[in-house]
């Protein structure tokens, strides 16, 4: 490496165009003319990390357990090991009032005043194949994320890729219908699209729909069309093999 770094000179032909954008990290620009295509986050704009919750104790395989879980927190009565049950952070803690999540009843109390020992539950997607069931609160979770629980409906199917860091094996992308947690991709952080907007309109660019169904000539293109064709494009290792070096710039 010593020996490599002694030799690199300004005029020597090793060196390669790097990306112009300021936002791109500093890796180099490739021959394949992958800058050419549309980004995913160009082909679905609204985009968002997954949940957050900072505590794990919400999270289970086990719906049971979960209720067990809180109903052992509400019944507590020192206030020490309530605490301590809880994990109280700077965003939520014993005394937290929180607007309940989309599509989710009240609960006026907070968690340090709460008497009712059955939570609400919800099926998420804590890791790419990994489905487990949160309580969902918004007193227990430091980023619960409300767009995405006003998201959540039938047709809905969450995107996700790794936003954050390079990727050398395995898919370039992954899907879910159920709210991912942030680390869903593959336990380093991501950004999750949405393919639907809460109002069910396609989280798409104006005219990308009708322009896709003039141009390839095979008759009305869905949205659900076209995120079938991206998973079915990114979403396995072949993709990531073919492009490992162009994925060393995070996302697809």
């Known amino acids: 490496k ?4 002694r030799d690199i000179r300004l005029d020597d032909a090793g060196w390669r165009d790097t990306h112009t954008e300021r936002v791109l990290p500093f890796t180099p620009l490739t021959s394949s003319g992958w800058q050419d295509f549309p980004a995913l986050n160009d082909l679905m704009p609204w985009g968002s990390p997954g949940i957050k919750a900072n505590r794990s104790w919400v999270c289970s395989p086990s719906a049971e ?12 009565a020192d206030p020490a090991d309530k605490s301590a049950l809880f994990k109280e952070t700077r965003d939520r803690d014993l005394s937290s009032r929180r607007e309940p999540l989309p599509g989710l009843p009240n609960r006026p109390r907070t968690v340090g005043n709460e008497t ?20 969902a609160d918004n007193r227990v979770l430091d980023r619960p994320r409300p767009d995405l629980w006003a998201a959540d409906q039938p047709d809905q199917l969450f995107l996700n890729q790794q936003s954050s860091h390079e990727i ?5 992308a992954v899907a879910t219908h159920l709210i991912p947690d942030t680390h869903h991709f593959n336990g380093r952080g991501g950004r999750v699209m949405p393919l639907l ?20 000539g095979t008759g009305p293109v869905s949205a659900a069309d076209l995120a079938a064709y991206i998973v079915a494009v990114t979403a396995h290792s072949a993709f990531t093999e073919h492009f490992a070096e162009e994925l060393l710039t995070p996302g697809v």
């Open 2 to 5: 010593f020996r490599q770094l």
């Open 65 to 76: 357990t979960l209720r067990r879980r809180w109903a052992r927190l509400v019944r507590e």
């Open 197 to 216: 907007h809460p109002d069910g309109s396609p989280n798409l660019p104006a005219g990308l729909l009708s322009h896709l169904s003039r141009s390839t």
């Open 168 to 172: 050398d094996s395995g898919p370039a």
């Open 116 to 135: 009712d020992t059955h939570p609400e539950l919800a099926r998420v997607s804590l890791r790419s194949f990994d489905r487990q069931w949160l309580i």
